[in-house]
């Protein structure tokens, strides 16, 4: 029995699990620019596993990259989910939620 697809699935689904906090404190502490931090750590995984050899390490590293990179977009939407008053507002940053 092979168990490589279901390692990969279940550490898939905590990735997404774990982004999806990330993004919304990202937002909360850092605004919209924090998709520059996405956008590298997105860079730097996929770069990973371009070079990683094991193929179940290599998989995992994209995973991550590319849960990364969908975290930019995440962050523009969590933005958007902010102004309609479904998370709450960072007080300190009032300014860039004024339209």
Do not use: C
Request: charged share 15%.
């Amino acid at each position: 029995m092979h168990f490589e697809g279901i390692l990969i699935g279940l550490a898939t689904f905590i990735t997404i699990g774990i982004f999806h906090p990330i993004v919304i404190k990202a937002e909360y502490y850092f605004g919209r620019r924090s998709w520059w931090a996405f956008l590298f750590v997105g860079i730097v995984f996929l770069i990973a596993s371009l070079f990683t050899y094991n193929t179940i390490v290599s998989t995992l590293l994209g995973v991550v990259a590319f849960s990364s990179l969908w975290g930019i977009h995440e962050v523009f939407q969590q933005h958007k989910r902010v102004q309609r008053g479904w998370f709450p507002m960072n007080p300190k940053r009032k300014d860039d939620y004024e339209q």
